[in-house]
């Protein structure tokens, strides 16, 4: 069975469907279905086709970008995201957010935590951080990534939800290392005006009360690659059960 993230002979191109990677075969129209339900289980990491980011060279094979087949470029999209969430260094671990209105703007943020399989990208912030003010007006946000190596940008456009003093902050703050946890101490809320760059107090509580969770769920993702041979350009859009693609004009 073809079970890797490489480019499959044509009868033999597939769709993600419930429960596993679902060989459709003969009769494969291009009909860029890429989801039944998102990523499902037996998504690209169960199927071994490690990260195909750039000319990066994953368990002895050259797996790269360079695929016209939609359904490979999806794939490498999200291992490439939930690769980057436990790789220090990964140029897709601190992609910028852009969040709309007075409060808003965009700032660099690290990527915590992909699954695929919901469209979930988590960041975790300052509760009191301007951003939160933002998505509190409005919960819709671009991630940015970019890797110059390789020169692909992704753009994941989601809606956010702040999650504080719930199940999930809670979660999430047991794996903030001790040595992060002192960012949410300040006395002052970010971005307050101090006389001096040293100044400013930690307060003795632990910092879980000012701890945020932004999780968000993706409804589009444009992915572009500017290569040698030709640029070019994908998007995707959630239409509420599954994903659909196609190939843009880059
Ligand atoms: C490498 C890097 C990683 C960062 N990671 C985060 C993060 O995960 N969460 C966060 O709130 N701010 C992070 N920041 C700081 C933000 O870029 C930003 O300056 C700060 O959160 C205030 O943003 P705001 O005023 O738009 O709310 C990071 C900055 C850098 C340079």
């Known amino acids: 069975m073809w079970g890797q993230c490489q480019d499959a002979p044509p009868e033999k191109r597939g769709e993600f469907a419930s429960g596993n990677w679902k060989l459709v075969t003969g009769n494969f129209q291009p009909s860029r279905r890429v989801g039944a339900r998102g990523l499902q289980r037996g998504s690209c990491r169960a199927m071994d086709c490690g990260l195909g980011r750039g000319s990066g060279r ?6 790269t970008w360079d695929s016209t087949d939609l359904e490979v470029v999806w794939c490498r999209v999200w291992e490439g995201l939930e690769t980057a969430t436990r790789t220090p260094g990964d140029a897709w671990r601190t992609p910028v957010v852009a969040t709309a209105g007075d409060a808003g703007g965009g700032r660099v943020v690290v990527l915590r935590q992909v699954d695929g399989k919901v469209r979930s990208l988590t ?21 940015v990534f970019y890797e110059p190596r390789t020169q692909v940008q992704l753009r994941v456009r989601a809606a956010g939800t702040i999650h504080a003093g719930d199940a999930i902050a809670a979660e999430a703050w047991d794996r903030v290392p001790a040595g992060s946890r002192k960012n949410y101490t300040t006395a002052e809320a970010p971005g307050t005006e101090r006389p001096h760059p040293m100044a400013g107090e930690y307060l003795e509580k632990t910092g879980v009360e000012r701890f945020a969770v932004v999780r968000t769920v993706a409804e589009s993702v ?3 690659w500017l290569a040698e041979g030709g640029h070019r ?18």
């Open 58 to 63: 994953i368990k002895g094979m050259d797996l």
């Open 123 to 143: 960041f975790h912030t300052d509760l009191r951080a301007p951003k939160v003010t933002a998505l509190r007006a409005s919960p819709w946000l671009t991630w």
């Open 222 to 224: 444009d992915w572009l």
């Open 233 to 250: 350009r994908a998007r995707w859009e959630w239409n509420g059960a599954i994903w659909v693609g196609r190939w843009v004009t880059p």
